[in-house]
Structure formats: C-alpha cells, structure tokens
C-alpha cells in the first residue's frame, strides 16, 4: 500500500515526473503481485484482484470488483479526470489479465518468490502479465503522486480468464467498462502491436479400414494417412488474405495426435491396423479470414488427402468448447490512428529511437483482449514489457523494459487525457 500523501505542485507535466520516476516503489509493486499464486482458477485470482482493489481505493481511485463468475473477479479502478473544456481530452483504459500459465517443470528459482537482480525480475506470470498490469498502476500512482490529474478518465483494468478465450475483458466489457482509447499491456517487448491473428482450435477424425497385420495390404492406415497430414497443415497459408501483412499472421499446428482401434482408441491390440485417428489443432487467421474459410482450406486438404488413401473418411469440425469460452478474434489498427502515434512517439521521448511498429513476430500470433476491446467500438494498441523470456521455465522481464514502459504510459496518458486544470 501506499505509505506517503502525494506531493503536489503546480501543474506537473507527465514528462517531468517521468523523468525523474522513482523506480524503486514500482519494483516493490511487481515484485508483491507476483507473489500471488493466481493460476487461472485458483484462490489466488481472487486474493489478487481483492489487492488491487484496496491498493487503488489507497491511492484515491473509485475502484470495484468486477464478478465475473462466483468467486472470480476482475479487478476495476478509475483514475477521475478534472473534467473541463481541454481540446482533443479522450478516456483512455488499460487492460491486462492478472491469471497465469501453470507452473512447469525446468525451474531453478521459486515461481513466486519475486528473485531480482540489477537486471530482470522472474516469476510465474511475470511477463505474462503482470509486468504489463503492474506498469500501469505504477504509471498512474507516478502521476498521482506527483500531483498530476488528468482532464478525462484513466481506466485501469486487471481481469481474469485472458487465457480461457478473454472471459473477464467480455464480461467486463458486457458490464459497460469502456473509453475512448485503450492500451492493452500483453508482453510484446515494448514493441507497438497493431496486428494479430485470431485463435480457432479444431479436430480432424480420420477412419481408415482395419485389418490384421498379415493382410496390411487390405486396409487403409489411419495413423499413416496422419503422418502425411499433420506436415501439410502446419506448412498451411490460408487463403482470403487480402495483402502480405494478412498472409504473414497466417500460422497452423496440430498439437494433439491419437491413433488406435476405433473411436473408443484401443491400445491393446497393435496387431491390427489403426483405423482411427484424432487429430486437435489451432490456426492463426487474419481479419480478413474466417474461421469458416479456415475450415474450407482445411476440408480441401483432407479432400486430397482422401484421394491419395482410396477409402479413408476424413472429418473436421470445430473442437468442441466450454460453453462459457468466447473465440480470440483478430485484431488490427491502423499504424496512423492516434492511439497508434501516441505510443509511437511516447517511445521516442522515452529512448530516442523510433518504436518498432507492424504485426510483430512472434507476438502476431498470440491472441489478446484487445481484439474484444476492439470489437466492442474502442480503438486501441498492444503494448507491453515482457515477451522474450514468455511462458517458460525461469519466466522474467528485463527491469529497463518494465520502468520504461511505465514511463511511456504516463506520456501517454497526459497525451490522450489531457492535464487537467
């Protein structure tokens, strides 16, 4: 919690603070958020977001808990702007998902110790996300502290379920959370995102003809109709895109592979031919894709497929999903939309060189909430620290890109919001 009142004075810009941002009261921010064991669907979601709630209600911001489901909350605050006649003053929302990957096999420190050297702060969930979520809050208590209020609101949003589909930005969205502009801090090396693909997952069944081993000749092997498959659709472009930035998010993988005797998979009898195969995959499309066209690329290869293995059926179908999953759509903005030049130019001030911009690999083909916060009518970005060390054993962030992401963000909000009077 906080522990000082703010210091005021006399119309601080969001630069000056910036500049001489303390970096020590962010780093005890991060480092006690990622001792938080919020696994997606653990107590600790809740413990979390019921933290973040008191720490902005400390900070004088009106802040809730946002249900989501019973006993999973997102975690809402606002940061009020002075209201007033400032010309071209916007709302302005940040968005990150408090929710973590689980814990793997292959770490050499404690995932929720917070370890930190001069260098990078690890933990579970670091860079995905709570780097992100924390350089926010820090940015916003900066400003607070230094005595800065913006003329229009500042929306911080901490929610759960990002890594069930979006479920917590949906249902906060369906809750009437929303602003001008939003920023959403997914791990991106503090690289501006304003391209990413949609996240479909599908299942492919092949049924093949059984036969004993001695008469292999007569049967059609589903398990070696696989292996001819599972290479093609990974090497797959979809069709539909319409230019080369479309086609580049394009990205298919079969992640699941079982075959066996009939659609119950018998292991126990490896003397017969498999005559089933199921096979669960994700494709990466564009905004200018579908997963309807997603799924007639994939039913013309397995029509060919058909072909080269006379008698083999082959099936696809969307797998089958939690009822209370929403799709990961894509999500694009255009390089020349303000929210776009804003951060553009806020890494600029920041480190004197121009950011790097575009559908950015490998980050294109993660999905975010931005494409719902988009979808709701909002124009936004993605941008975050965090990104090389993602989703892996011994998960860090490299300090320099978490305080100067901070920074950006205050840049950022004075920008968009406006000082207030």
């Given at each position: 919690m906080t522990d000082a009142q703010p210091v005021?004075?006399?119309?601080?810009?969001?630069?000056?603070?910036?500049?001489?941002?303390?970096?020590?009261?962010?780093?005890?921010?991060?480092?006690?958020?990622?001792?938080?064991?919020?696994?997606?669907?653990?107590?600790?979601?809740?413990?979390?977001?019921?933290?973040?709630?008191?720490?902005?209600?400390?900070?004088?911001?009106?802040?809730?808990?946002?249900?989501?489901?019973?006993?999973?909350?997102?975690?809402?605050?606002?940061?009020?702007?002075?209201?007033?006649?400032?010309?071209?003053?916007?709302?302005?929302?940040?968005?990150?998902?408090?929710?973590?990957?689980?814990?793997?096999?292959?770490?050499?420190?404690?995932?929720?110790?917070?370890?930190?050297?001069?260098?990078?702060?690890?933990?579970?969930?670091?860079?995905?996300?709570?780097?992100?979520?924390?350089?926010?809050?820090?940015?916003?208590?900066?400003?607070?502290?230094?005595?800065?209020?913006?003329?229009?609101?500042?929306?911080?949003?901490?929610?759960?379920?990002?890594?069930?589909?979006?479920?917590?930005?949906?249902?906060?969205?369906?809750?009437?959370?929303?602003?001008?502009?939003?920023?959403?801090?997914?791990?991106?090396?503090?690289?501006?995102?304003?391209?990413?693909?949609?996240?479909?997952?599908?299942?492919?069944?092949?049924?093949?003809?059984?036969?004993?081993?001695?008469?292999?000749?007569?049967?059609?092997?589903?398990?070696?109709?696989?292996?001819?498959?599972?290479?093609?659709?990974?090497?797959?472009?979809?069709?539909?895109?319409?230019?080369?930035?479309?086609?580049?998010?394009?990205?298919?993988?079969?992640?699941?592979?079982?075959?066996?005797?009939?659609?119950?998979?018998?292991?126990?009898?490896?003397?017969?031919?498999?005559?089933?195969?199921?096979?669960?995959?994700?494709?990466?499309?564009?905004?200018?894709?579908?997963?309807?066209?997603?799924?007639?690329?994939?039913?013309?290869?397995?029509?060919?497929?058909?072909?080269?293995?006379?008698?083999?059926?082959?099936?696809?179908?969307?797998?089958?999903?939690?009822?209370?999953?929403?799709?990961?759509?894509?999500?694009?903005v255009s390089a020349d939309s303000r929210i776009?030049?804003?951060?553009?130019?806020?890494?600029?001030?920041?480190?004197?060189?121009?950011?790097?911009?575009?559908?950015?690999?490998?980050?294109?083909?993660?999905?975010?909430?931005?494409?719902?916060?988009?979808?709701?009518?909002?124009?936004?970005?993605?941008?975050?620290?965090?990104?090389?060390?993602?989703?892996?054993?011994?998960?860090?962030?490299?300090?320099?890109?978490?305080?100067?992401?901070?920074?950006?963000?205050?840049?950022?909000?004075?920008?968009?919001?406006?000082?207030?009077?």
């Amino acid at each position: 919690m906080t522990d000082a009142q703010p210091v005021r004075s006399a119309e601080p810009s969001a630069r000056a603070l910036a500049d001489r941002l303390d970096v020590a009261r962010p780093l005890a921010l991060l480092q006690r958020m990622v001792r938080f064991d919020s696994r997606t669907e653990t107590p600790g979601e809740a413990q979390l977001a019921k933290w973040l709630v008191d720490y902005m209600t400390e900070l004088g911001l009106d802040a809730w808990l946002d249900e989501v489901s019973p006993g999973r909350y997102n975690a809402i605050g606002v940061f009020k702007g002075s209201g007033g006649d400032v010309p071209g003053a916007a709302s302005l929302l940040f968005n990150g998902h408090i929710d973590t990957n689980p814990a793997t096999e292959g770490w050499t420190v404690d995932p929720w110790g917070a370890h930190t050297t001069d260098e990078v702060i690890y933990g579970l969930g670091v860079s995905n996300m709570k780097a992100g979520c924390a350089s926010y809050l820090s940015a916003v208590e900066a400003l607070i502290r230094g005595g800065f209020r913006p003329a229009a609101d500042v929306t911080l949003t901490f929610v759960v379920g990002e890594l069930q589909g979006g479920i917590g930005t949906v249902k906060m969205i369906e809750h009437g959370v929303r602003a001008d502009y939003f920023i959403n801090c997914e791990p991106t090396d503090v690289q501006a995102l304003t391209l990413h693909a949609g996240a479909f997952n599908f299942t492919v069944e092949l049924t093949g003809v059984t036969r004993h081993l001695s008469k292999r000749e007569e049967s059609v092997d589903a398990i070696v109709a696989a292996c001819a498959l599972v290479p093609r659709l990974n090497a797959l472009t979809f069709s539909g895109a319409t230019d080369e930035r479309h086609a580049e998010v394009n990205r298919c993988n079969v992640g699941v592979i079982h075959g066996a005797l009939g659609r119950t998979l018998e292991e126990w009898r490896p003397p017969q031919i498999a005559d089933f195969v199921r096979l669960v995959g994700t494709g990466r499309y564009a905004p200018s894709q579908s997963v309807e066209s997603v799924l007639a690329d994939l039913r013309r290869e397995l029509d060919r497929l058909e072909s080269e293995f006379p008698g083999l059926r082959a099936e696809v179908f969307p797998q089958e999903k939690v009822t209370d999953r929403p799709d990961m759509p894509p999500f694009e903005v255009s390089a020349d939309s303000r929210i776009v030049r804003t951060v553009n130019t806020a890494y600029e001030a920041v480190r004197g060189t121009a950011q790097p911009t575009g559908a950015i690999k490998p980050c294109c083909f993660f999905g975010s909430d931005a494409a719902h916060l988009s979808k709701a009518g909002m124009e936004g970005i993605v941008c975050g620290p965090g990104g090389k060390y993602n989703t892996m054993p011994d998960e860090r962030v490299e300090l320099v890109d978490y305080y100067d992401m901070i920074r950006m963000h205050m840049l950022a909000i004075e920008e968009v919001c406006g000082r207030g009077n």
